[in-house]
């Protein structure tokens, strides 16, 4: 029961650093997860953080595998709720007093404010990630290729992802 009140307790955390997305919440999931409770090793945590990447609806679904890893069908259900209940009460709240505040001159420089606040948590998150994920030469090879198709082009992303899932097995095979 412990252990399900403390998945419960990181999770609703980490639903409210969202702002901007998951990969927001990244740094502070990372440490949680893998520095404070040891309940995954940093490339579970990957492995699941790009298993949602891969999943359809929001990434974030990977909260509830983090769930089941440590405490099965009971922590996947309590992750899952604790991730997603603050944040819907939370952006349901504000969003009713937003419509309300449409004049008040305070609103644009509060949203140009958390889009900033986003681009920070998400760079935080993309650099975190990296660490762990761009082990070497090959690794980095593919982000580079990805970051430029997805630039360049209006490839769809599933495309990369298959493509590089496909060269992480080659190489795990024969490198």
């Given at each position: 029961m412990k252990q399900l009140a403390e998945i419960g307790g990181v999770f609703a955390y980490l639903s409210l650093l969202t702002v901007g997305g998951g990969m927001a919440a990244f740094p502070e999931l990372k440490e949680l997860t893998v520095d404070v409770h040891h309940w995954l090793t940093f490339p579970e945590l990957l492995h699941y953080y790009s298993l949602g990447q891969l999943?359809?609806?929001?990434?974030?679904?990977?909260?509830?595998?983090?769930?089941?890893?440590?405490?099965?069908?009971?922590?996947?259900?309590?992750?899952?709720?604790?991730?997603?209940?603050?944040?819907?009460?939370?952006?349901?709240?504000?969003?009713?007093?937003?419509?309300?505040?449409?004049?008040w001159p305070w609103r644009a420089p509060i949203q140009l404010g958390l889009g900033a606040v986003s681009v920070g948590l998400v760079l935080a998150g993309v650099i975190i990630m990296g660490r762990g994920a761009l082990t070497n030469v090959?690794?980095?090879?593919?982000?580079?290729?990805?970051?430029?198709?997805?630039?360049?082009?209006?490839?769809?992303?599933?495309?990369?992802?298959?493509?590089?899932?496909?060269?992480?097995?080659?190489?795990?095979l024969f490198g």
């Open positions: 999943a359809p609806g929001p990434n974030m679904m990977m909260v509830a595998s983090v769930g089941a890893h440590v405490a099965g069908i009971a922590g996947a259900a309590v992750a899952l709720i604790a991730f997603l209940l603050p944040t819907g009460v939370l952006t349901f709240a504000v969003g009713r007093v937003w419509n309300r505040l449409a004049d090959v690794y980095v090879a593919i982000a580079a290729a990805v970051f430029g198709l997805l630039m360049l082009t209006k490839i769809n992303p599933a495309w990369p992802i298959i493509a590089s899932g496909a060269v992480g097995i080659v190489v795990h």
